[in-house]
């Protein structure tokens, strides 16, 4: 499917790895130029180098830690207009209310649910009749509540609820605010989501991989689908999709397990 992508620019948050890298690589094919932020500026500019080489597209790198406010306006100023917003940038703790601390919370708060929420509102200002499309990367326990995934559930679910409130007028405006919410999918960080439940549920981090039993398809999504998933979902293909979150999960929210 031409997905119509050719000749518009995205930025990408959380870019140099994962679900974030993966859309680049997307994106590119598709036509995009890119602005990719995260903190390993080395990932980003293999990929730089790569994606250049083999599309003819654009990347600019932009390597910064996002969890400061001040970073992020820094991020708008610099990058200017953009088409595309990806807000995938995001390391929420896992663990129960015992074991994740205040300042566990408020840090992976301040990068993923303000990070996303200020992004947003700086290249809301700019897409505004300019046929723009923000994309928030979010996540299945938004809506398949985890005790021992508690902080990722809680600020999921708030950004759950930012999507659908700003998605539901935005078309007004001449943009377009859709959420994804992947389940478990194939990423470093997935890792150490596993590892934890793997201490909370089986008593022994190493074990995580027999967790894989319990999934849909005996596997976690991997980080191509959910890209392909947001590459639609940021296509004119999808121009009267708004106020709305896509969950791929392999049915695991819709069944209630939080595995």
Same mark, same amino acid.
């Given at each position: 499917?031409?997905?119509?992508?050719?000749?518009?620019?995205?930025?990408?948050?959380?870019?140099?790895?994962?679900?974030?890298?993966?859309?680049?690589?997307?994106?590119?094919?598709?036509?995009?130029?890119?602005?990719?932020?995260?903190?390993?500026?080395?990932?980003?500019?293999?990929?730089?180098?790569?994606?250049?080489?083999?599309?003819?597209?654009?990347?600019?790198v932009?390597?910064?830690?996002?969890?400061?406010?001040?970073?992020?306006?820094?991020?708008?100023?610099?990058?200017?207009?953009?088409?595309?917003?990806?807000?995938?940038?995001?390391?929420?703790?896992?663990?129960?209310?015992?074991?994740?601390?205040?300042a566990?919370?408020? $840090?992976?708060?301040?990068?993923k649910?303000? !990070? =996303? +929420? &200020?992004?947003?509102?700086?290249?809301?200002?700019?897409m505004? *009749?300019?046929?723009?499309?923000?994309?928030?990367?979010?996540?299945?326990?938004?809506?398949?509540w985890?005790?021992?995934?508690?902080?990722?559930?809680?600020?999921?679910?708030?950004?759950?609820a930012?999507?659908?409130?700003?998605?539901?007028?935005?078309?007004?405006?001449?943009?377009?605010?859709?959420?994804?919410?992947?389940g478990?999918?194939?990423?470093?960080?997935?890792?150490?989501?596993?590892?934890?439940?793997?201490?909370?549920?089986?008593?022994?981090?190493?074990?995580?991989?027999?967790?894989?039993?319990?999934?849909?398809?005996?596997?976690?999504?991997?980080?191509?689908?959910?890209?392909?998933?947001? $590459?639609?979902?940021a296509?004119?293909?999808? !121009? =009267? +999709? &708004?106020?709305?979150?896509?969950?791929?999960?392999?049915?695991? *929210?819709?069944?209630?397990?939080?595995?």
């Amino acid at each position: 499917m031409e997905l119509n992508l050719g000749g518009k620019t995205a930025l990408i948050t959380g870019a140099s790895k994962g679900i974030g890298l993966a859309l680049a690589r997307v994106l590119a094919q598709e036509g995009c130029h890119l602005h990719l932020a995260a903190r390993n500026g080395e990932a980003m500019n293999t990929a730089k180098s790569e994606l250049e080489a083999q599309y003819k597209v654009r990347v600019t790198v932009h390597a910064l830690d996002l969890s400061r406010t001040e970073a992020m306006e820094k991020l708008a100023q610099d990058v200017g207009h953009v088409d595309i917003l990806v807000n995938n940038a995001g390391d929420v703790p896992a663990g129960s209310l015992e074991v994740v601390d205040d300042a566990a919370w408020r $840090a992976g708060f301040d990068l993923k649910v303000f !990070g =996303y +929420i &200020t992004l947003a509102r700086a290249f809301y200002r700019k897409m505004k *009749a300019r046929d723009g499309v923000i994309v928030n990367v979010i996540g299945n326990s938004g809506e398949n509540w985890d005790a021992s995934y508690i902080a990722g559930s809680t600020g999921n679910a708030a950004l759950m609820a930012f999507t659908k409130a700003l998605g539901g007028a935005s078309l007004n405006d001449g943009v377009r605010v859709v959420g994804v919410n992947p389940g478990p999918v194939a990423t470093d960080r997935m890792l150490k989501i596993m590892k934890r439940k793997a201490i909370d549920m089986l008593g022994d981090e190493e074990r995580w991989e027999e967790l894989f039993d319990k999934y849909p398809g005996k596997r976690p999504a991997t980080a191509e689908e959910v890209a392909d998933l947001c $590459a639609f979902l940021a296509s004119p293909r999808a !121009g =009267y +999709i &708004t106020g709305t979150i896509v969950t791929i999960d392999g049915g695991i *929210a819709a069944r209630g397990s939080v595995i």
